[in-house]
């Protein structure tokens, strides 16, 4: 069975420009969630879709990241305009649904230089 | 809210020796707890978890026991490899829609 894929591995950009990252979740599964992982901490919710809703955004911060996961499936995540605590290991995640565990992909590095 | 804290690394062991890392939680209702293991350049793995009080957790060699009296969860391994060598989160699930909330990490490093 096929993991949960993001893309890129590695992003390296200079603060105020944007970056998108992408998420394919494992197939069948409903729930998507976006978690960031600063360098010595824990990884941290961003958001949480349940299909193509949005069940939690409540650390987002809206004034400069966004998500949406079109058709339910893929999601994308963007910032604009970055800034330099902005770099962390942007990771995503997928679940069949609200109740089980969940898998982890690989996670974006990010770099705001 | 709920919360996750565990020991601070990194916690530096000789092959073969026994290892624990301490994890307790806060958390309102009756969460399920995780251990995952994020090896270096890789993204998290779950390595083992339990739903319910008094359950046990295992996988690998690694056990952990959900003790609801002292809201702990404590990773355990009788004899580590330099292979095991890693950073290990803790991790609650609440009833909140599977939100997940985890510890800092700890890093573990085994020497041969």
């Known amino acids: 069975e096929a993991g949960v894929a993001q893309s890129p591995r590695y992003k390296i950009i200079e603060k105020r420009q944007s970056v998108a990252f992408w998420c394919n979740p494992i197939?069948?599964?409903?729930?998507l969630y976006w978690y960031q992982q600063i360098l010595g901490q824990g990884p941290k919710l961003l958001i949480q879709?349940?299909?193509?809703?949005?069940?939690?955004d409540s650390q987002l911060p809206k004034d400069r990241f966004s998500a949406e996961r079109l058709k339910g499936v893929d999601s994308t995540l963007k910032i604009q305009p970055a800034k330099l605590e902005d770099s962390a290991v942007y990771l995503c995640a997928s679940s069949l649904d609200l109740y089980t565990e969940a898998f982890f992909g690989q996670g974006t590095r990010l770099t705001v230089v | 809210g709920d919360s996750v804290t565990q020991m601070e690394g990194p916690v530096t062991l000789s092959e073969e020796a026994f290892l624990t890392i301490n994890c307790t939680y806060t958390a309102t209702g009756y969460p399920s707890l995780f251990w995952y293991v994020q090896y270096p350049g890789e993204g998290l793995q779950l390595l083992l978890k339990?739903?319910?009080?008094?359950d046990k957790g295992s996988n690998k060699g690694f056990e952990a026991t959900y003790r609801k009296e002292t809201t702990s969860f404590h990773l355990e391994k009788g004899s580590v490899q330099v292979s095991d060598s890693a950073v290990y989160f803790c991790a609650l699930s609440g009833d909140n829609f599977n939100k997940f909330y985890f510890g800092s990490g700890t890093k573990l490093n085994v020497k041969p």
């Open positions: 197939s069948g599964h409903a729930t």
């Open positions: 339990a739903t319910k009080a008094d």
């Open positions: 879709f349940q299909n193509n809703g949005v069940v939690d």
